[in-house]
């Protein structure tokens, strides 16, 4: 009677193999026909048996069915799961685990490329419809099957990392950014843009921290050498703002911008002289420069208000002095007007510009140049 009852159990464990086994071929044969729902249908309950669930064949099956579901056109098989290319990736990635003999890899290979293209679509769809944060996850998916497919897709990595910081997400883009510079991806403007998070969280050290860490491995790179100056003259710092410069105009003769900085910063020391040359030749490489205009027209109208000032405490009876230092200043206010009045031609809406040149012409009682003004004042 025992030998009837052990036979009829192994009988019966036999048929559940068989069952789960036929479940799969089941799936494998509705895959070849197109019929996707049945495919994945037959195909779930033998990831969970433990009769099929180590078979490396189920996943591979798995793998197949799911990456069709993500790459169909049919509307019917389109909403079956909500994430088919994430299940397809992670179907081969554990039939790799299993596949000691490596029956399936060159297919795997094959297939995950697909899965990382169609990742690398839909982030580029996902961009161009302004949901960074998605594109950004997509791009980096498709680098992690890249790169577990052997591919080093650092192109991928950098757009994600690029999306994150679009959208806002400035400790996912310095991740992503950091993962970048560990790759050994040779590029000095991620230092840049990692420099530009900081800045928007409000870390000027760490802004300034890594702009270091680029220009030490980049010293020639004049990006990261404005990038590091602009630093110095947002905090203040106009000595190290200088010297780096001085640095980038030995480098670059005819960048207005480099020569309209170093007038800013002559100008705040007192370098009155360095200042009005630096604006100068500003101006003389972009004739359409409006600050530099601005900036030199400004340079003369402060010093004609210094002098002036110590005018006006002169005593009553120094005459002559007062004279003297009046034509001095009105001189300077004179200087002035062509390089204010060209301001105003490139920026006819600048305020600052109408009210400075409204103090000039009635200081130098030019009145219809005055009711000019005015005019464009109300």
């Known amino acids: 009677m025992k030998k009837s009852i052990l036979l009829i159990i192994v009988m019966l464990t036999g048929s559940i193999i068989f069952a789960q086994t036929s479940k799969r071929t089941s799936a494998y044969n509705y895959l070849r026909n197109g019929k996707l729902d049945k495919a994945k249908e037959y195909i779930d309950p033998t990831i969970s048996n433990e009769k099929t669930m180590a078979d490396p064949k189920t996943w591979f099956y798995r793998g197949n069915i799911y990456l069709q579901l993500a790459l169909t056109t049919e509307p019917a098989y389109q909403n079956l799961d909500p994430d088919p290319l994430g299940v397809a990736y992670e179907s081969y990635k554990k039939t790799l685990e299993l596949d000691e003999k490596e029956t399936y890899k060159v297919d795997i290979v094959n297939n995950m490329q697909v899965i990382a293209i169609k990742y690398y679509e839909l982030a580029v769809g996902n961009y161009n419809e302004k949901e960074y944060i998605k594109a950004s996850g997509n791009f980096e998916k498709a680098y992690q099957i890249n790169m577990a497919g052997g591919k080093n897709d650092t192109a991928a990595l950098q757009n994600a990392a690029i999306a994150a910081q679009i959208g806002n997400d400035h400790d996912l883009a310095l991740r992503l950014y950091q993962q970048i510079l560990e790759s050994d991806y040779g590029n000095p403007q991620v230092f840049n843009s990692m420099s530009e998070i900081y800045k928007a969280k409000e870390d000027t050290a760490g802004a300034l921290s890594i702009i270091q860490e680029g220009r030490t491995l980049y010293p020639d790179n004049f990006d990261l050498l404005i990038a590091e100056t602009n630093i110095y003259l947002a905090a203040g710092d106009v000595e190290n703002a200088l010297t780096n410069l001085e640095k980038a105009l030995e480098k670059d003769t005819t960048n207005p911008i480099i020569y309209f900085a170093l007038g800013t910063n002559y100008d705040q020391m007192g370098k009155l002289a360095e200042a009005e040359a630096a604006y100068k030749s500003a101006i003389e490489l972009d004739d359409n420069y409006f600050d530099a205009y601005y900036n030199l027209g400004a340079l003369y109208v402060n010093q004609a208000a210094d002098i002036q000032k110590v005018?006006?405490?002169?005593?009553?009876?120094?005459?002559?002095?007062?004279?003297?230092?009046?034509?001095?200043?009105?001189?300077?206010?004179?200087?002035?007007?062509?390089?204010?009045?060209?301001?105003?031609?490139?920026?006819?809406?600048?305020?600052?510009?109408?009210?400075?040149?409204?103090?000039?012409?009635?200081?130098?009682?030019?009145?219809?140049?005055?009711?000019?003004?005015?005019?464009?004042?109300?």
Do not use: F, Q
Request: charged share 40%; no cysteine.
């Open 311 to 378: 005018a006006t405490d002169l005593p009553l009876d120094a005459t002559e002095e007062y004279d003297r230092m009046k034509e001095e200043a009105d001189g300077l206010l004179k200087k002035s007007l062509p390089y204010l009045e060209k301001a105003y031609e490139i920026n006819p809406d600048d305020i600052k510009t109408l009210v400075s040149l409204k103090e000039i012409y009635t200081r130098l009682n030019m009145m219809e140049k005055l009711k000019e003004v005015n005019a464009k004042l109300k």
